[in-house]
């Protein structure tokens, strides 16, 4: 379509038009009226414009009209910042103006992930953190005394058999015969039993327990050499732990660290109970000499302390050796040496092991009640001792790197036929 203006010949599309739509009741007073609408009536609240469109996002109108400036900001703090303003039919007339989260992940009206949204419902992040430390705490006392409780050796310390003629203690809670067969077991055990051979290592994924290939002295007249060294062999080889194991610790260790001791101490009860079921019935006891242990499978026992990191391995008499000195009294086997438990750690402090064998031993020198009350002061003592002041203080000098705390005990001095004993921590 063409326009004629004079002699000129325009296009259509060559001119501009401009629509002018500011009136009202102050135009003809030199004043600019408000905007207009189609209808020629203010737009409602929410809505402004020609055509009353609805306020941009973020933004909304209390008012009546049409001006563009009557659209206010929605108020900054109104929002997360996960969020952003969305737009609503009929445009927005109050605050809070209506948003959405950004992302699926997010849950409204916060806009917080599942694991923010359980942070917030306790407090926030201060007070959820020391809710979960208090749990963490109440869950490594509840696991420690499960520890002690279901975990440990097979004997509980107790009371010391009595001397032959003595009379029988009436305290125990049960009946009479019960408690002569409970001593006379006890009695028969520890004057049956020759050595106590502790394994070496703290039970850890990097330093395993394990045996010495060569018999300690006090057990060379009991077992075969050879025999006795593939005892070893296979003893070290169930104690050892797989790469695996080592590997999902030093993760756990990272992320979290009381899942880590949990892992570590399961391990740990797997061995010990490895350990003990291939000595009471895999093992054939072929490292003995005596006939009647091999054929009993009652010469070698494993137990160890309840924090799992000190093991030890007894020996005993079948009955049908031929040798009279042996077992050996316990002045005979002075000095003898007793090993700490634990590693100094509060999870694991330094103790000593009173079980049944070691108190009828003592007994022998001192009465059960001033061996308890002895190492009852010492653990209470020990709980005190980390494992960096003994080393600092005794400076063992080991070409292993492995060293083992714990008691040497050795007789003094002998008066009235009774001898005054001696204990040293090594």
């Given at each position: 379509m063409f326009v004629t203006a004079g002699s000129d010949t325009h296009s259509w599309s060559d001119w501009v038009f401009t629509?002018?739509?500011r009136g009202g009741l102050g135009r003809d007073e030199g004043h600019a009226g408000e905007n207009g609408t189609v209808s020629g009536k203010a737009c409602p609240k929410g809505l402004y414009g020609i055509f009353c469109e609805e306020c941009p996002a973020g933004t909304y109108k209390n008012v009546t009209g049409s001006d563009r400036a009557l659209c206010r900001p929605c108020p900054a703090d109104d929002i997360p910042h996960r969020a952003a303003y969305v737009t609503v039919r009929g445009g927005i007339a109050k605050t809070p103006c209506p948003y959405k989260c950004v992302s699926d992940r997010f849950h409204m009206p916060h806009c917080y992930t599942a694991l923010e949204e359980l942070i917030y419902t306790f407090g926030g992040p201060w007070l959820f953190g020391l809710l979960l430390?208090?749990?963490l705490i109440l869950l490594a006392l509840v696991l420690s005394v499960a520890r002690m409780k279901f975990v440990g050796v097979d004997e509980?310390?107790?009371p010391a058999p009595t001397q032959h003629g003595s009379q029988i203690d009436h305290s125990f809670p049960f009946l009479e015969s019960?408690?002569?067969?409970?001593?006379t077991n006890r009695a028969e055990e520890s004057q049956s039993h020759v050595h106590r051979m502790y394994f070496m290592g703290r039970n850890t994924f990097s330093e395993p327990w394990h045996l010495p290939h060569t018999p300690p002295e006090?057990?060379?007249e009991i077992v075969y050499e050879g025999a006795f060294n593939t005892f070893v062999d296979e003893i070290n080889g169930i104690a050892a732990y797989q790469w695996w194991e080592g590997a999902i610790y030093s993760?756990?260790?990272v992320l979290a660290y009381p899942l880590a001791w949990s892992w570590q101490q399961w391990r740990r009860r797997i061995k010990l109970q490895r350990l003990r079921e291939f000595v009471r019935s895999e093992y054939d006891h072929a490292c003995l000499r005596s006939c009647r242990s091999r054929a009993l499978y009652e010469g070698l026992k494993v137990a160890a302390t309840s924090d799992l990191m000190l093991v030890y391995l007894d020996f005993f008499l079948g009955g049908d050796e031929k040798r009279t000195d042996i077992p050996a009294r316990l002045h005979q086997r002075f000095p003898m040496s007793i090993l700490f438990g634990g590693d100094g750690s509060y999870m694991a402090p330094f103790s000593i092991q009173s079980d049944n064998i070691?108190?009828?031993l003592m007994s022998q020198m001192v009465p059960?009640?001033?061996?308890y009350r002895m190492a009852a002061g010492l653990n209470a003592q020990l709980r005190l001792v980390r494992r960096g002041r003994l080393r600092v203080t005794f400076r063992p000098a080991t070409t292993s790197g492995h060293c083992q705390y714990g008691l040497l005990v050795h007789a003094v001095e002998k008066k009235a036929n009774r001898y005054l004993l001696k204990a040293l921590m090594v």
């Amino acid at each position: 379509m063409f326009v004629t203006a004079g002699s000129d010949t325009h296009s259509w599309s060559d001119w501009v038009f401009t629509l002018h739509c500011r009136g009202g009741l102050g135009r003809d007073e030199g004043h600019a009226g408000e905007n207009g609408t189609v209808s020629g009536k203010a737009c409602p609240k929410g809505l402004y414009g020609i055509f009353c469109e609805e306020c941009p996002a973020g933004t909304y109108k209390n008012v009546t009209g049409s001006d563009r400036a009557l659209c206010r900001p929605c108020p900054a703090d109104d929002i997360p910042h996960r969020a952003a303003y969305v737009t609503v039919r009929g445009g927005i007339a109050k605050t809070p103006c209506p948003y959405k989260c950004v992302s699926d992940r997010f849950h409204m009206p916060h806009c917080y992930t599942a694991l923010e949204e359980l942070i917030y419902t306790f407090g926030g992040p201060w007070l959820f953190g020391l809710l979960l430390l208090g749990l963490l705490i109440l869950l490594a006392l509840v696991l420690s005394v499960a520890r002690m409780k279901f975990v440990g050796v097979d004997e509980l310390p107790g009371p010391a058999p009595t001397q032959h003629g003595s009379q029988i203690d009436h305290s125990f809670p049960f009946l009479e015969s019960l408690n002569e067969v409970l001593e006379t077991n006890r009695a028969e055990e520890s004057q049956s039993h020759v050595h106590r051979m502790y394994f070496m290592g703290r039970n850890t994924f990097s330093e395993p327990w394990h045996l010495p290939h060569t018999p300690p002295e006090q057990i060379k007249e009991i077992v075969y050499e050879g025999a006795f060294n593939t005892f070893v062999d296979e003893i070290n080889g169930i104690a050892a732990y797989q790469w695996w194991e080592g590997a999902i610790y030093s993760i756990l260790s990272v992320l979290a660290y009381p899942l880590a001791w949990s892992w570590q101490q399961w391990r740990r009860r797997i061995k010990l109970q490895r350990l003990r079921e291939f000595v009471r019935s895999e093992y054939d006891h072929a490292c003995l000499r005596s006939c009647r242990s091999r054929a009993l499978y009652e010469g070698l026992k494993v137990a160890a302390t309840s924090d799992l990191m000190l093991v030890y391995l007894d020996f005993f008499l079948g009955g049908d050796e031929k040798r009279t000195d042996i077992p050996a009294r316990l002045h005979q086997r002075f000095p003898m040496s007793i090993l700490f438990g634990g590693d100094g750690s509060y999870m694991a402090p330094f103790s000593i092991q009173s079980d049944n064998i070691l108190t009828s031993l003592m007994s022998q020198m001192v009465p059960p009640t001033t061996w308890y009350r002895m190492a009852a002061g010492l653990n209470a003592q020990l709980r005190l001792v980390r494992r960096g002041r003994l080393r600092v203080t005794f400076r063992p000098a080991t070409t292993s790197g492995h060293c083992q705390y714990g008691l040497l005990v050795h007789a003094v001095e002998k008066k009235a036929n009774r001898y005054l004993l001696k204990a040293l921590m090594v």
